[in-house]
């Protein structure tokens, strides 16, 4: 399969919002539509002048989401520990709350909060944020994308193996029968075989646990990593860190985590099922018409 919009594709990842044109891919051919995705931005939160965490998240109620985080990780014991909070790029600082903002004003990703000198004295030695951005402008994709790149160019997939996933990992899908509610995230090589599985209830930690045991196994690199929940750009960006050059899942993807995989050199696909699934990213890497 041949990208034959290679310009359209690298316009198309300049816009975070919008329509996305993808390739559907089944046992009838491929076809190209344009569809819609969820949007996906970070938002990063600093506290006196600290970023203590970079959250993925749906544009809107900036400060809430803010506020509710450094709550619920007890970085914050109330709001009286909060002096001033701000949304970068929406021109206010605001010193009294709640702050009830219903969507961003701007296009800022940073909340910035001065604690009281108690509270702030409490904060002292918490780690660091795992990602940092500087600035009030959106993530640099590119350059994230830059330092995540995977090779693999000469990786192919058929359409035959990937739909092969599905009942694989569905037959071991063993607590979900159980109890349903769980994730599931598997590994493997370019020739379909199973690396590795697991199952959690949290999708990031059935990949992390899927990877590990691969890493434990020495079963790594692997061709492609599957998953059952949404491939946001923190799932591309773990499959990324691990070289594995390919990630599908059966759910959808979101605006980001298109773009992180397109800077990234990954080819991302979703809505994965027995006959047919959608190639949003690097889709000279599926081989249609081979191994039918």
Not at 8 to 14: G, L, Y
Not at 76 to 98: K, Q, T, V, W
Not at 162 to 175: E, S
Not at 287 to 292: I, N, Q, T
Request: charged share 20%.
């Amino acid at each position: 399969m041949t990208d034959r919009s290679t310009a359209q594709e690298d316009a198309s990842v300049a816009a975070l919002l919008g329509g996305r044109q993808v390739w559907r891919v089944s046992n009838e051919g491929v076809d190209s539509l344009t569809v819609h995705l969820p949007s996906e931005e970070p938002l990063a939160i600093e506290i006196n002048g600290q970023t203590v965490a970079v959250l993925m998240r749906a544009p809107g109620q900036e400060k809430a989401l803010a506020v509710g985080y450094c709550l619920s990780e007890g970085l914050i014991r109330s709001l009286g520990d909060i002096m001033l909070l701000h949304h970068c790029g929406s021109g206010l600082e605001d010193g009294l709350l709640p702050a009830t903002d219903a969507a961003p004003l701007g296009p800022g990703n940073r909340v910035r909060l001065m604690l009281t000198p108690a509270a702030g004295e409490r904060l002292r030695g918490e780690r660091p944020a795992r990602w940092v951005f500087s600035g009030c402008a959106g993530v640099d994709v590119a350059t994230l994308g830059a330092e995540l790149h995977v090779d693999g160019h000469d990786l192919r997939l058929t359409p035959d193996m990937l739909f092969a996933a599905v009942p694989v990992i569905g037959h071991a899908q063993d607590r979900y029968k159980e109890t349903g509610g769980v994730h599931a995230a598997a590994l493997f090589d370019a020739d379909g075989r199973l690396l590795s599985l697991a199952e959690d209830v949290g999708r990031h930690n059935a990949a992390d646990k899927a990877i590990g045991e691969a890493a434990l196994a020495g079963r790594l690199p692997a061709a492609v990593l599957v998953a059952t929940g949404r491939a946001s750009s923190d799932i591309v960006a773990k499959a990324a860190r691990v070289g594995i050059p390919a990630v599908a899942s059966f759910s959808s993807s979101t605006s980001l985590g298109i773009h992180l995989a397109q800077a990234a050199g990954i080819s991302l696909i979703g809505y994965l099922r027995r006959n047919r699934f959608t190639v949003y990213t690097h889709p000279e890497r599926i081989a249609v018409g081979e191994g039918r």
